[in-house]
């Protein structure tokens, strides 16, 4: 109270806040809007599911964050702000050190972060070298440690180990490993059990849900999975056609959508359906980013499309803390309750 | 309400004849060794072929009418077993039955004909269309050449077929490449049903699509299960989906059947470890916040299975007769059987 706090670096900020980021890509075939106008924020700790199908601008908006958005595309407006810091703004070498440092990322393919023809050794104890000056025993250490607290067994013994010794779900632990060592405050996680079969899935989400409570580390994890953002996530943006359509709470959003795209998406999940029925299913398909026509971008799949749907809608706070980016939501989902 | 009561799951009696009927149906891959290993086993090294049991000794039986969900994860033998019963793929061991004659046995004809009946349906809709052929000719090359439509109706039948799998027939002048891949999936089943088969074999078909595509295409399978009769072999990782349209559920480990059974009881008493360590993997959109439970340690190398019954040792239940004695599939309750030494303990 008596102690104004330094301007610096204020107390409780969120560790990551988006606002308004803009990822478009130029293309011989015209501009793709890839990420248009997406805004959020992570909290400590905290872990957003980011949802959406394919094409809906949630990857890019995962490599916007980190940073590497290659030619044609570039993030064209928005702040990017880590710890009140606005990475956008960064120079590449900058950027590089924050990278893999403060901020890591975990892709769907680990070979992707793995180099096949290097010992698991000598990767690890190179991305510990490139951040920070500790003796290469003290780096060997760490690298251990990292592999023993994503439960990988005799972690001494596997460090000797080339990536193709691995099985898929041992390789992307690897991966999380990597991303650890520097015990990062963000991890952005693009699909990183998608390709994994359910039962190694299921020890890759306890896994991480231990390190998320135990850390500090805040998560964005971005699936086309609801099932499990819903089990893992504190907060859901869900995506569609570059923009963000809802966003919330977890529980809020699965059990009361107000947008009927994240109405139609949750109600097409099979174990939402009595067993034997047709799904309940959205017609029609994702448009094309290049054609897109003005307006909100489900609409020619709405079923509560009207008139006054040609006008692009805001992300309007129908409830508190509860964004929805459309004309007609479904309040009647909220309202039970007064 | 009429859909409601159409989708309904159905029972079978044993009695019946099963439209396909698998006894004792193994599959063996080896690889071959190359010439290094070769010199080295002439110079008296000890060298052997390494062999993968990709299906071991597996009993099926499904009957007409029916749809069974085949479930597993990767390298567990559904696949394989998949194309065993399309038959796409010769097995090393056993029998496969068509409505009740064994297969080998058909006369030319026959046999010919109870080939062209069973359908198969893949997964990858990108790698399974020909890229360089137009869409009619991926629909209607097959019927044109069994015979089963004369080339002036070609154009018709073509026509017919797309509108059933929900394509438009303006676009049968396309290539593959220019559809998405839910389309892709349509084009995919069209061309299996223009044979006019009576069982089709779907292995993963809807894996690879978003999931309010999933949604159509499970929709359109289960539309045309009802039209046109036919019976299905559902195989897939995904227990949401195998649990909203199958009949019946055969769970595969590491090349053998673990256990089977109506699917109510499969998801709500399902018997082995394996069975319930996978169902509460699987993660589920009623969960909020929760801790997910986890089997431990990794799918076993199918090279080189665990002696015994293979699930021992990820099983919270071992003892010591699992690590040495294969378990038989065995009647728990009437249609459930299970393969599970707990169930002579107890």
Redesign the interface.
């Known amino acids: 109270m008596a102690d104004a706090p330094t301007p610096a670096a204020p107390q409780g900020a969120p560790t990551l806040e988006v606002r308004n980021l803009r990822t478009h890509f130029f293309t011989r075939a015209g501009v793709v809007k890839a990420v248009d106008d997406v805004s959020f924020t992570v909290g400590r700790g905290k872990v957003l599911g980011l949802v959406g199908e394919s094409g809906s601008g949630k990857s890019v908006t995962g490599f916007s964050v980190m940073g590497l958005v290659d030619p044609p595309g570039r993030v064209v407006s928005g702040q990017i702000l880590f710890k009140g810091q606005d990475l956008a703004k960064l120079s590449d070498e900058e950027m590089r050190k924050l990278r893999g440092n403060r901020i890591a990322m975990i892709f769907q393919d680990p070979m992707m972060t793995l180099n096949p023809v290097l010992r698991v050794d000598t990767q690890m104890i190179e991305t510990v070298l490139a951040h920070e000056k500790v003796p290469e025993e003290e780096a060997r250490r760490r690298a251990r440690d990292a592999l023993g607290m994503v439960g990988i067994p005799s972690p001494e013994e596997r460090l000797k180990s080339y990536p193709h010794q691995f099985s898929g779900g041992m390789r992307q632990r690897v991966a999380i490993a990597i991303a650890l060592l520097h015990r990062p405050d963000l991890i952005v996680a693009d699909e990183p059990t998608t390709a994994l079969d359910v039962t190694i899935q299921g020890q890759i989400l306890a896994e991480v849900q231990k390190l998320a409570a135990t850390t500090g580390t805040s998560l964005i994890w971005i699936t086309h999975d609801l099932s499990v953002v819903a089990g893992l996530a504190d907060d859901i943006a869900v995506m569609y056609a570059g923009k963000i359509v809802e966003h919330g709470d977890v529980g809020e959003v699965l059990d009361k959508p107000l947008h009927p795209y994240t109405h139609g998406l949750i109600g097409s999940v099979p174990s939402r359906n009595r067993r034997g029925e047709p799904l309940r299913q959205i017609p029609g398909m994702t448009p094309s980013l290049l054609s897109l026509a003005p307006g909100c971008a489900f609409r020619a799949r709405c079923p509560r499309a009207a008139a006054d749907c040609v006008e692009m809608p805001e992300l309007h706070p129908w409830r508190p803390d509860r964004l929805a980016r459309c004309h007609h939501p479904h309040l009647e989902n909220v309202e039970q309750v007064a | 309400m009429s859909?409601?009561m159409e989708?309904?799951?159905r029972s079978f009696t044993e009695a019946e004849t099963p439209m396909v009927e698998l006894k004792g149906v193994s599959r063996r891959f080896s690889k071959k060794l190359d010439i290094a290993a070769k010199l080295a086993r002439r110079l008296g090294v000890d060298v052997k072929e390494e062999i993968v049991h990709a299906v071991d000794k597996v009993d099926l039986r499904v009957r007409k009418g029916e749809v069974v969900g085949l479930v597993g994860?990767?390298g567990c033998g559904k696949s394989t077993l998949g194309r065993i019963v399309a038959g796409i793929l010769p097995q090393s061991d056993g029998h496969v039955f068509w409505n009740g004659q064994d297969v080998e046995s058909l006369p030319g004809e026959a046999a010919r004909n109870a080939k062209l009946k069973r359908q198969m349906i893949f997964q990858d809709p990108y790698a399974s269309l020909n890229p360089r052929m137009r869409v009619a000719d991926i629909v209607g090359e097959a019927p044109l050449v069994h015979g089963l439509v004369r080339r002036g109706d070609f154009d018709d039948y073509v026509d017919e077929q797309m509108r059933r799998a929900g394509l438009d027939p303006n676009f049968k002048r396309r290539y593959p490449h220019q559809f998405?891949?839910?389309q892709r999936q349509r084009i995919g089943i069209a061309r299996a049903l223009a044979v006019q088969p009576e069982f089709i074999v779907c292995d993963e078909a809807v894996a690879a699509l978003?999931?309010?595509?999933?949604?159509?295409i499970?929709?359109l399978f289960?539309?045309l299960r009802r039209e046109l009769d036919l019976t299905y072999l559902f195989i897939s990782?995904d227990?949401?989906?195998v649990?909203?349209?199958s009949d019946r559920v055969v769970i595969m480990y590491l090349g053998r059947v673990v256990e089977e059974a109506p699917?109510e009881t499969i998801f709500r008493r399902a018997n082995h470890p394996y069975t319930r360590?996978?169902l509460?993997?699987?993660?589920?959109?009623?969960?909020?916040?929760?801790?997910?439970?986890?089997?431990k340690g990794?799918?076993p190398s199918p090279l080189n299975p665990p002696s015994g019954c293979h699930f021992h040792p990820r099983c919270p239940l071992a003892f010591d007769r699992c690590r040495v004695e294969v378990p038989k599939l065995k009647d728990v309750s009437a249609g459930h059987r299970s393969a599970c030494h707990l169930n002579d303990a107890a």
Not at chain 2, 210 to 216: E, L, N, P, T
Not at chain 2, 287 to 294: G, L
């Open positions: 859909d409601a989708f309904a799951p994860e990767s998405s891949g839910g978003d999931v309010s595509i999933q949604a159509q499970l929709n289960m539309r990782h227990l949401g989906v649990e909203h349209l699917t360590s996978l509460d993997s699987v993660p589920r959109i009623e969960n909020r916040k929760r801790a997910f439970a986890v089997v990794e799918i």
